[in-house]
């Protein structure tokens, strides 16, 4: 430290000789200071680097030859500003099934996007030194377990500095290639960003050769009461990629290529990652003091799995687009409000008359009326049940039209992507379900895995007599959690029967890009 304002940086080498030498600093790829010197004679040069110029946190300083290859590198550390953030409850013991309240009072009145969770503290799960601060700005450069990672933000005193300053020196680790800085200004995705829904991955290959296949178009669709719909063209590498809004859960997908591209085949790519993290879990040590404890953390399981399974699978469900990817249709008929016929020819002619139904040497067709243009397109157009594209018409003509509930029409011409459709005729069955529907040879089905849904947290509520009196017992040992809560706003929940030291935790970010957090502990006796 130069001063106030400044880091002076030192650099010797054994060149012997003048010659130019570049200065980086960088953190998280990004390169926030850049600099060059001429050294003495003797292979010596110094920098002057202003404390503005580097980020909160951990900053890594590079240094280069006169060739700009890597030689050396050093950590150094500038403490971040911290959300300030207090945590306190209304009372410090509590008697079982009791409510607590929790007050969270912050410094500013900025934005924050916070969590809390409460637990219970003893010999199995001890209070976590790490937090998001130290995460955010220590640990999560440095390799190695970083012992009280709160001490270097507690404490500003020369001793705490000079600590931080060995524990950088000692366990901040080179990674530097020439690469990543040739290509610092270049930005790769390995995953494309899902803004608007789950983007499913495929690829076609030609089924006799077993190639990729280019330029082939795919049809997926995720059946359902609210169906979802997509078709795209596969790459030169014969990659194709599905956007799906809105497809939460297990769920059945249905994939095809038109029926005159039946040579082909599509494989679906698995939705979770095959890469294995490269944290090392630390070691199981298990000693006969704690034999107690984990025979009351198996009963205290099988007592929770017991009783309030269904509450313990409880899922928040999201607010779905209930209509179909066409918005509103222009004509929809609900079968049941007609007289049923027995065939799916005689529904079409007597009930829909925007679409037109014609047979050439005993093979189907449809027409769809244009009504802006007032004629009508000749082409079939795209014909779904429960979301499915039906290319065989005569199949459809066959299906028992008992089965149907509804028909919607679209008498216009709609693109999808690169895909232009004269007119739609979407049919859904009761459940959503296909009932029955036999597909062409061509045409896959496959679960899958969408979006997973946010799982709704137990926890109790014991607000009146009876309730706190109930015979069904309460083994939680987590008594709050809540991915979401509010600054300067009252949090309550209620204990359970396990008596003990408990722990309340509130960590978070506020919208200036300050991480904080606060803790406070209490009893149930």
Known sequence: NADGKQVTVSVQSNTNQQQPVYLLAYKNKKINASLMQISDADGN??????????????????????????????????????MQLNLSADKNIYSTRSEVKMNLISGSNNAADLSMAVYLIDSLQLQDDDNILSYLWLTSELKGKIESPQYYFNNNDAEADSA????????????????????????????????????????VFDKNSGSPAAHVRVYLSVPGQHFRFASAISNDNGNVFFDVKDFYGAGELVFQTAKQDSMYRVEIANPFS?????????????????????AHRNLAMQVQNAYTINQLN???QPALDSNAFYGSPDAKYLLDNYIRFNTMEEVLREYIPEIGVRIRQGNYSFTTLDTRNHSVFENNPLVLVDGVPIFDMNKLIAYNPLKIKKAEVVTRKYYINSLTINGILSFSTYKGDLDGFQFDAGTTELSYDGLQLQREFYSPQYTTAIQQQNRLPDYRNTLYWSPQITTNAQTSFYTSDIKGKYIAVVQGINENGKAGY????????
Request: proline share 3%.
């Open 164 to 203: 931080l300053e060995n524990l950088l020196l000692t366990q901040g680790w080179s990674r530097f290639k020439t690469e990543d800085f040739s290509n610092t200004n270049k930005t790769s995705f390995q995953y494309v960003p899902e803004m608007e829904g789950h983007i499913i991955e495929g690829k």
């Open 518 to 525: 606060s803790t406070t502990e209490f009893e149930v006796k």
């Open 314 to 316: 409880t899922f928040n």
């Open 45 to 82: 040069a110094s920098f002057n680097v202003n404390k503005d110029d580097l980020v909160a946190g951990i900053t890594h300083l590079i240094i280069f030859d006169n060739e700009k290859n890597p030689v050396c590198e050093r950590l150094i550390s500038r403490k971040p500003g911290a």
């Open 274 to 294: 095959d890469k294995i993290s490269n944290w090392n879990v630390r070691s199981l040590n298990l000693n006969d003091n704690n034999l107690q404890l984990l």
